[in-house]
C-alpha cells in the first residue's frame, strides 16, 4: 500500500460507478476478491474511462494469483492515465510477485518519478535487492550443475577402485573422461533448469487458455459469449444457443450418412 502522503486523484464518476466501485472496496476489505471483481466488472461496463477501477481490479485479480488479467488491468490503468503514479505500482506489483524483478524495478522507479512517496522507494530498493539476487542465482545454477557433475564423476572413479571386485576405470584417461563427460552433463542440466525456471517465470504472464472459444475482452467485462439475448422465434428474453457451423465438405457428408 501507499504512504499517507500518496496523492490519490480522484475522477468523476456516475452515482451508480461510485456504489459500485465502494461495493467491490468492502469486498476487497472483507477478502472476498472473486466478488469485488464483479463489482468492478460491473463499473467498468459503465464507465471504461476511470483508471481507478481498473487498478482496483487489477489488485484483486493479483490477491487471486491471476496475475495476466492483473497486468492487463495495471496497463490499462497507465494507458488512461500516463501521469497516475499507482498504475505503474499495480503494475510493479505484478511483475514483482511473478519475479519479473528487473520489469518491476522499471515500473516503481516510473511510479516514484511521478509521486516522491517513502513506500515506492522502498519497493524500489526491495525490487533491485531481488533483481540483483535473482542475476546471480542465475548465472550460477549452470556451473552448479556442473560441479555436481564432476563431484559425481570422482564419487564413480573412487567407487570403481574401491567398491567393484574388478575395476573398470583403470587407465588415468579413462577416469578423466568419465569425470569430464558428468561434469558435462551436469552443466548442461544446469542450464536446461535455468531455462525451465525462465519459461515458468514467463508462463505466469501469458493468457489462459480458452476453452470455450470466448474472446478475452468479453470475459474480461462480464460478458458471455456462449449465449445471446434474441427476440426472434421466441419472443422477449429467449436464450439462443450457438449450434456449431460445418464447412461445404462436412454438410456433404453429414448428408450422405444421414440418407444411409
Excluded at 476511470?50 to 484483486?60: E, F, I, K, T
Excluded at 515500473?107 to 515506492?120: E, F, G, H, V
Excluded at 572413479?157 to 569425470?179: N, R, Y
Excluded at 459469449?225 to 450457438?242: C, I, M, P
Aim: charged share 25%.
Amino acid at each position: 500500500m501507499f504512504g499517507k502522503d500518496f496523492v490519490c486523484i480522484q475522477y468523476h464518476q456516475t452515482p451508480k460507478v461510485t456504489e459500485l466501485r465502494e461495493r467491490g472496496n468492502e469486498c476487497v476489505r472483507a477478502g472476498n476478491y472473486a466478488e469485488a471483481i464483479i463489482h468492478y466488472s460491473h463499473a467498468i461496463k459503465i464507465d471504461s474511462s476511470s483508471p481507478q477501477l481498473y487498478s482496483n481490479r487489477s489488485y484483486a485479480f493479483l490477491k487471486l494469483q491471476q496475475y495476466y488479467h492483473a497486468l492487463e488491468d495495471a496497463n490499462e490503468a497507465i494507458q488512461l492515465d500516463p501521469k497516475w503514479a499507482k498504475g505503474y505500482f499495480r503494475r510493479g506489483e505484478v511483475e514483482f510477485a511473478t519475479s519479473h524483478f528487473a520489469e518491476a524495478l522499471e515500473s516503481y522507479r516510473r511510479a516514484s518519478q511521478l509521486q516522491n512517496d517513502p513506500t515506492l522507494l522502498e519497493c524500489v530498493l526491495r525490487a533491485n535487492r531481488e533483481m540483483t539476487r535473482q542475476q546471480k542465482v542465475d548465472q550460477q545454477t549452470p556451473w552448479v550443475g556442473a560441479g555436481i557433475g564432476l563431484i559425481l564423476g570422482v564419487l564413480v572413479v573412487v567407487g570403481d577402485a574401491i567398491i567393484a571386485k574388478e575395476s573398470i576405470l583403470t587407465h588415468p584417461v579413462l577416469q578423466s573422461m568419465v569425470t569430464i563427460m558428468l561434469s558435462l552433463l551436469g552443466l548442461g542440466l544446469g542450464y536446461c533448469y535455468r531455462m525451465y525456471i525462465q519459461n515458468q517465470r514467463k508462463s505466469l504472464l501469458e493468457p489462459p487458455l480458452d476453452f470455450l472459444g470466448v474472446e478475452d475482452g468479453d470475459t474480461r467485462n462480464g460478458v458471455s459469449g456462449g449465449r445471446e439475448k434474441t427476440s426472434e422465434g421466441g419472443g422477449e428474453g429467449e436464450e439462443r444457443r450457438h449450434h456449431p457451423r460445418y464447412n461445404k465438405a462436412q454438410a456433404r457428408q453429414r448428408y450422405k450418412k444421414g440418407k444411409s
